[in-house]
């Protein structure tokens, strides 16, 4: 019997409009995508100004390691390839690939059972045998919620009445680094949409004594007359380290962590703050799914992001997202394919990512676009 053959291609999108990270502009996304004739497939991209490394890191491992690669895959033995002591300085840096190899082996595993992804980790962890908690279904989709950047508020406004027409429920929103002017974006804002959930980010913009300015004037604001749909307040400090978070804790407005958590260790670190109630994980920043099961076993609540991978990614991690569901629903920040130009998939955005009933991914895509290009067969 012939074994499937692993195929890598690199793509390179132009984003629909360029932004900003790390003073760096990014104009277009580049990445890999993984995968055999069988319906399992896998995405490696390193975002340039977020990622640990890069495109070309990502590359070199990959092609100089592919014999490695291809037999551990035949074997369905890539997690031990992970975990393989010589492989350990050079993997310990490329987290994109660490979750991009460990997204074939799941599949595989889920093609064995005969499941979607999302089912086989949910039987996988929460089995009537181990079962600690009362679970709640899952359902066959998640939801997502809808992006907003700093903008006037007139613009703001327009733009959230629109995603809430297009169904959207819950919107995370950019707020300013004055910490008045951000009041003031997020008292408006929640005023006039009381039936919605925001998700306020501050990307690491506050000075201690700034933050605690901000949310103080949130409390005297949710005494009189906010209507509680201040969901979080995403990274509001420049230096989050626990003693200056747990001063927030006394506020009452929940606390969530995203450049913070980059590592199992962060998750561990930042439980132990009474002020964060939320993570924000990003798959392709954080690497393998064993490293990733450590915000299942977390007393934390957990919010799935995107960092504007194609299809294939945002798949991927809608069943992580799905899986995360099994402990509580929530958005997920997945909506981000309205960004690139061209995908795998010419619809898919909205509020909503359907996973179907399919096994694995449920998601094979065409490599014949003129933006992909075919690297190595392994």
Known sequence: MKHPTLKLHRYTIPLRKPFHAAKKEISEREGFIIGD???????????????????????SFLTG?????????????????????????????????????SMLSEQQKAKTADQP????????????????NRIEPVKGYVRCNALAGIMDIGSLHQLIRYRQECGFRTVKVKIPAEPDEA???????CLAFPEMLFRFDANRSFSLPDAEHLFQQLQDQQNRDLSGNIAYIEEPLADPDPDSLSRLEPYGIPVAAD????????????EKSTSV??????????????????????????????????????????????????????????????????????????????????????????TSHNWLVHVKEF
């Open 259 to 270: 450049e913070s958590v980059r590592s199992p260790a962060d998750i561990r670190q930042l």
């Open 65 to 101: 390691n592919a014999e490695r690669i291809q037999s551990a895959f035949h074997k369905h033995s890539l997690d031990r390839l992970l975990l393989d002591d010589n492989l350990q300085p050079e993997l310990s840096r490329l987290p994109s690939v660490r979750f991009g190899l």
């Open 277 to 366: 109630k939320q993570l924000i994980i990003k798959p392709m920043l954080f690497g393998s799914f064993s490293e990733l099961e450590t915000m299942i076993e977390s007393k934390l609540a957990v919010t799935i992001s995107s960092t504007i991978e194609t299809a294939i990614g945002r798949r991927l991690q809608a069943h992580l997202a799905a899986f995360c569901n099994t402990k509580i629903t929530t958005d997920h920040g997945l909506d981000t394919g309205y960004l690139l130009q061209m995908d795998f998939i010419s619809l898919d955005s909205g509020p909503h990512i359907q996973l179907g009933n399919k096994n694995g991914l449920g998601l094979t895509p065409d």
């Open 183 to 189: 009041f003031e974006v997020i008292r408006e804002t």
């Open 37 to 59: 004739d069988h319906g399992i497939w896998s995405e490696i991209a390193p975002l340039p100004g977020f990622s640990s490394e890069t495109i070309d890191d990502a590359r």
């Open 117 to 132: 992804l999302y089912i086989y980790w949910r039987n996988l962890f929460y089995s009537p045998r181990t079962r600690r």
